[in-house]
Every structure is written in structure tokens, then in C-alpha cells.
């Protein structure tokens, strides 16, 4: 059931290849994270996300201190070595600092063109929206220069019920899951969503509603197992799956940026785009690095939790990233004033050796099952 | 290095401040980033109390890593700037240079600086349950823009509604005229003083600028703070007359990319003087210089508010800083340039390699990368700094004198 994604993840090279070759759309490489793709798509180009990927790093150590998280080494490794040739264009937000300075750096060593998409984090609602719609001017004159298209509003209309779609298919998946826990493999279920970042709406789309028929009639398997909430940035390296699946764990929910803090969002609404944009970036789930102050990450993952009938909550920390290094002492305190059992693994997408993480990953098993 | 008289000065107001700051009964007490618009709050009798000012004292006074243990003791990683490390580790265990910081009332954060201050201002936000608030000042990827700057206004004139409301009392725009008027006019001294530093030899070493700073961090907008840049200007002036300069036998002269190293200023004083090195500018200390001179013009103060706190140089797009760095080398008769890669401050440190490339094939200089951190010992080692640098020196060709 699950071949076809996991191909896709496996092969990401020659499926972006055959889909841009049939698409004829120049592909845009979209960084993390949260820039509406919906403005790629409707500007005619074909939004491919890179979250970071496993390539040992070699070059990118002359431009990228040790220091710099995985996820920004790992892509400027990629550009690096030409692997990432059929990207035409980067769609940056301003995310993090490594981000923001990561793309003065394409800037500035490649000659690709570029997007930024710089999100407002203020509390001054007013200012917000004066300065996104600022923002998407550019943006969208941007995107238009690079395809040689202009985005309509049907155009627009249609991108956003197609991405929409997508995030509506994806949150019937994790449904699926939370109901009947263990009918997925962790694994799978990753290799599901991540597909997604690579594939053209229409085929994922079709892909998902394909294998949501499929899940529909079948039940969880009997016997109740560990269950966990995985909580960090990027659901990568996806290997640490497999340690689930053998230890007979099962992630029930999950608060990924790359997961659901983007597979929560509503279809963006386009009538009024600056007002569908504010939305979509400051609604749905709360993320590390958007602040909010009206939408609280503690309660909203202390929710989860409990709704998701987890047993506890595991912290998946890329190293160096500081957005979410921040967040984690006091978060994890009341997870414990909440009396929800919580460990966490430290972790670089490029880590190959998944020994220490299984050895945490065990112990907390063994904890949970107490 | 040749100490200025002003010294004494400097610590007494310092002293002053933060005696005045931990016995009030009456004025209200903001927790304030380097970088975020002081003015407001002076206009309201707040008094702005710096936690990077503050980290910076613990660190001089080799007090630092003792709190920072204490912050990580409590989990937060060492990925973090240790700035934001030392202000927690001293909030729990009040440990510091002056005992810790007195309790906020509020908190003001604003990103020219970085992101990471959003962070470290939530955290506090939710430790001591005050109230944040954030003027967002983003990064200049395509240079000052109308949209920034009246992005930037909005979020002024509701910081000044916020000010009203905390303080119930209507927000008080003669006196914040007139604090105005006395921040640019520190600003503006500040940078005569820097701008000196094109002198040969050098009258004013940027290892003293750093110490110099304090008062236009942490005083900007009062009256304490003219007064005192006016007596240090003409220290310097006098020392340029006299031809007196900052190290004996000027050799070399560099310029200082990033935050400096706080717990080892002595020995790196002690180390450049003998290696006949005068640090003689800093991106560092020239970000309260008033930078957006000449880069946006209006009449109008919040527009030109606006445009000094959002042209801050770490807030700059590439381009811009290294035609700055380039400036920066120019102006001063540089023989070279010194990138201090900070682990703990990304937005000044990512992508220096890039900068250091194209900064030297632009000035025809060479420009050399060390690896360090501006608070955290750990992420240090003497030998293997002192070598690399002794190497660079000799890369460099001595300053032709008239
Ligand atoms: S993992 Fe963290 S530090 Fe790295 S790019 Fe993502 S948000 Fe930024
Ligand atoms: S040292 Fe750098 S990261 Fe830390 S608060 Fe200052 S600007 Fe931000």
C-alpha cells in the first residue's frame, strides 16, 4: 500500500525530474518553512520542499560553521555537490536566523533567483497585515518574474483548493491514525507525508485519497501498545521510525514543523490574501518560530496529548537548533507538572548511527509501559 | 593599552544606574534588548534594564560560566547563546557582578539584533508571568523599504499605547522629544569618537571602545550619557592632537567583525599590544552609531526612528554589510580584518566565511576567522587562537605611515 510513496522518498531525484518533465513548470525549491506554496503553483511553478536531507557533508563545511543546524547543512550540501540542479529558484521564509543568513548566502554564492517570504512576529495586528501585504507584493512579482506567468486570482483559487486538499487528506490520515493506532507503521506513515514534499498536488492528492480508501474498511491491530506524541522541527532522519515499528511503539499525533504544524492549516483563503496569509501562518498549531502570543504551544501540546490518549510525549531535537532548544526546558516542566512522562533524542539529519537514540528510545518505552 | 581618565566616570554612572535600578519603589522596570527603542520608555519614566549589558559584566568579571552551569543544569542546551544562558543561569541563582538583575515589570524585544531574542524574552516572559512585547524590525534582505518603516511606526504607536496603559497615564510625547533629542545627540558623539579612529596611530582601541560602550547601551537618551560621551570625545581628540596612541609602535591596524570576547579582553589586549596590533574599528560598537546616516531622509522622527533601529548592521543583507566592512577598511587605513565566528550568535556569524572571501577580494586585505564565543570559555582555546593570529599578522603588510 505504501510502495509507491516510499519510492517516491527513495528516488527523489527522478521523480521531481519526470514530474517536472511532464508538468513542464520550473521547479521551485521551497525552504522551511510555512511559505504557501499555493503562490508557487499559481504562478506556475512546482513547488518542491526541502527540509533538509542525509548527504554526509563535504563542502558545505567551508560555508557553514559546525555550529549550523543539519537541516541548513545538509541543503547547502545539496546545492553544493549539483545534486539539486533542477531547481530553478529558492522560496525562503525567514524562519530562524540560520535561515535568513543561509539565504544571503545562496544569495550571494549561487546564481539562482530567489523569493523571501519575511513573516511578521509581532503583536501589533494592524502592522502585521501592513506588512504582509507588502511582503506579498514581492513575493508574488517574484515568483511571477521567475515563471514568466502571472498569478490570477483563478489561478490562485485553484492552487488553494488543491493545496487545501492535500492538508484536508493529510488530516483524515491523522485521524486514521490517532483511531486506529498501529494500522500504519510509524514508518509509513512518515513516508506518506513526506512524499508529499516532492510529488505535483494532483498526483499526491490522488495518491492519499487512493490510500484512505484502502485504510477505511481495516482495523487497528488488537492489544494495546506504547503510544507517543513526537514533538521537534523536521521528522528526519525517517530511520528512527523503524525503532518504533521493532520496539511495537506508536507515534499517535505529532507536532512536526514539517507535520502537522503545516498539515494543520486550513485551505488559504485568497479572496482577501493578505488576511488568508496572516491565517494561515498564525493559526492551526503553534510553532517554535512564530511567535504568537495568543496561541500557546504549552497548552496546545499538553492538549494533544491528552486528546491523542498518548501515554507520553518524546522531544526530537535537531542539534543547534535554538528555536526549539529555547522552548524545551519549560515545556518539558509542564509536561511534568501535567504528570505526562516525557523524554527526548538529539539528533543531526545526517546522524547515521542510530544506537544512542534506540538505547533512549527503549528506556522510555520501558518507562511508559512502567 | 593606555587607559582613558573617563574610566572612573564610566563605572561610577554605571554603578549609579544599576543602584538606582535595584532600589526603586517608584518607576517601573523593562527588561529591554540592545537593540530595541529606548526612547519610549525613558519618555515614560521606565527604567530599561539590559540583560546582554548584564551578560556582558559577568562575563568580563569571569562570573559567567558559573551561572551558565546553573542554566543548563535546568536543560537549556548549550546550542543557546550564552548571553541568553548567563541572564537565566543569574536569574536563578542571582549570581553576577551585582547580584542579579532587579525584577521586570515588563519586557521590550526587538529583532534587529536576531531572533533568538524572541525566544529568550518568552522565556523570561514566562518565568517572571510579565508582559512581552515585541517591535518586530526585520531583516533588511532587499534594503530599507516604505513597507518596513511604516511597518515599524505601527508597532511604535502601539508600544506607546502599551506604555500608556502599563503606566495609566497618557504617553508623554514632549518628554519623549526631548529623550529623542538627547539619544542622537549621544549617538552622534559616539560615533565622532569612532569615527577618530581613522587617526594614525590609533587614538581610540576598539578593546577600549567595547568597555566605552555601557553608557550608549544602556543610557542612550539621557542626560548622564551626553555628558559623558562629551568628556570622552575630548580625551580622544586630545590624544589625537598629541599624536598619542592607543598601543606603543603601531604596526598593524584591524578591524573587529562581531561581539568581542568578553572573559578575554585582558589577555587579548595584552596580546595584540605586544603583537603591535591596534583593533581599530568595530561592526560592534559602530551599531550605536547611528549607521542609517545617510541611507533614508524625512522629516518626520518616527519615520527616521524607524529607519535608524531597522539599518542596524547585523540586520543588513549581505551586499550591504560587506560594501560596509569594505567602507569600514577604507576610511581607516586597515592593514586587515579579524571575523570573530561566534558560536552563540548566528546572525552575525553565518555566512562569515562568504563575507571574509568577498571582503578581502574587494579591499585587496587579507581577513582571517576564529572560532569562539562572546561568553562561553568553553568554546575557546587560547593556543589555538593566539596561533592562527600570529600567522595572519604576518600576512599582513605594516601600515604606511606619512
Ligand atoms: S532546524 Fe531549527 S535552526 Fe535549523 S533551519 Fe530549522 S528552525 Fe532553523
Ligand atoms: S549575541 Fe547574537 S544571538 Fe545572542 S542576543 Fe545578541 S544578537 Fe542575539
Known sequence: MYKAFQDVISNVSATVLKHEASLGRPVIGVMPAYFPMELIDAAG???VQLWGNNLPIHHADAHLQG??????????????????????????????DTLVNLREIYNRTFTKPDVVLSMPMTRTMEARRTYLKDGLKSVASGLE??????????????????HGRTRELQRELYQIRRDKPGLIKNRDFYSVIKAGFFLPRAVYNEMLSELI??????????????SVVVSGLVFDPIDVFDIFDELGMDVVDDDFANGWRTVSKDTLQTSNLVEGVARYLYEAAPCCCLYNADNDRHDYLVEKVR????????????????????????????????GIPNSSIDIDLTTTNLDAVKTRINAFAEILEG | MTKFRTVSKMKEIMTNYYVEAKTTKEKPIAWITSGAPVEFLYAMDVIPIYPENHAAMCASAHQAMDVIDAAEAAGYSQDICSYARTDFGSAMTKGGPVGGLPEPDFLLCSTNICKTVIKWYETIARVKKVPLFVVDTPFLHEGLTQGLIDYSIQQFKDLERFLADFTKRPFDKDRYQNVLEMANESTDLWMSILRLGKTIPTPINAMDAFIHMAPIVTLRGTQECVDYYKELLVEVEERVEQGEASIPNEK???????????????????FFTEQQCAITAATYTNSWGGMVKGKWESDDIYEMMA????????????????????KLIEENSLTGFIMHSNRSCKPYSVGMYRLQEEVSALT????IVIEADQNDSRAYSDAQVETRLEAFFESMDPVVTA
Open chain 1, 307 to 338: 486528546s491523542a490518549k498518548a501515554d507520553g510525549v518524546l522531544f526530537w531535537y535537531i542539534n543547534f537548533c535554538e528555536p526549539d532548544a529555547f522552548d524545551a526546558p519549560l515545556l518539558k516542566a509542564r509536561m511534568k507538572e501535567e
Open chain 2, 364 to 367: 585587496g586585505k587579507p581577513g
Open chain 1, 213 to 226: 480508501q484502502k485504510l477505511a474498511p481495516l482495523e487497528a491491530p488488537e492489544g494495546k501498545r506504547v
Open chain 2, 307 to 326: 529607519a535608524s533601529y531597522l539599518y542596524n548592521y547585523i540586520n543588513l543583507g549581505f551586499k550591504e554589510r560587506i560594501e560596509y566592512l569594505a
Open chain 1, 145 to 162: 518574474s521567475i515563471t514568466g506567468q502571472k498569478i490570477t486570482d483563478e489561478s490562485l483559487a485553484d492552487a488553494a483548493a488543491c
Open chain 1, 67 to 96: 555550529y549550523c543546524c543539519s537541516v541548513a547543512r545538509s541543503m547547502m550540501e545539496l546545492e553544493l555537490r549539483g545534486s539539486a540542479k533542477m531547481v530553478k529558484a529558492y522560496a525562503f521564509t525567514t524562519l530562524c
Open chain 1, 45 to 47: 511553478g512546482y513547488p
Open chain 2, 252 to 270: 598593524y591596524r584591524v578591524l573587529w567583525d562581531n561581539l568581542p570576547i568578553w572573559f578575554r579582553l585582558s589577555r587579548l589586549g595584552k
